[in-house]
């Protein structure tokens, strides 16, 4: 039905920046949100940025003002932009895409694999 897969993760200096994307492809569905959560060590998952179908952003306290969330409808792609990176921005971090099935009108979440930022230096 709908797949995702992230690429950008990597090491970065503290102060670095880096750019998360993540592809959503399939058929026979609509995508009416798009978020990035992220995951550290022994922590529970939180959300980190949302983007809707109207285009409207939010974020996380943490990411005010540092991160940035966007997207290519054309492409089914949502992306993170990452600036001004601390030690405590490494995690795991995934991509989830609410999804409304067209057959039966169902909504659903899709997530990544998730990929790693790590920020040290």
């Known amino acids: 039905q709908v797949q995702l897969v992230e690429s950008g993760g990597g090491l970065v200096q503290p102060g670095g920046s880096l750019r998360l994307s993540c592809a959503a492809s399939?058929?026979?569905?609509?995508?009416?949100?798009m978020r990035w959560y992220r995951q550290a060590p022994g922590k529970l998952r939180e959300w980190v940025a949302g983007?809707?179908?109207?285009?409207?952003?939010n974020y996380a306290d943490s990411a005010k003002g540092r991160f940035t969330i966007s997207r290519d409808s054309a492409k089914n792609t949502v992306y993170l932009q990452m600036n001004s990176l601390k030690p405590e921005d490494t995690a795991v971090y995934y991509c989830?895409?609410?999804?409304?099935?067209?057959?039966?009108?169902?909504?659903?979440?899709?997530w990544g694999q998730g990929t790693l930022v790590t920020v040290s230096s």
């Open positions: 399939g058929s026979s569905f609509n995508i009416y949100a």
């Open positions: 989830n895409v609410g999804v409304i099935l067209t057959s039966t009108r169902n909504s659903l979440d899709a």
């Open positions: 983007i809707t179908s109207g285009g409207g952003t």
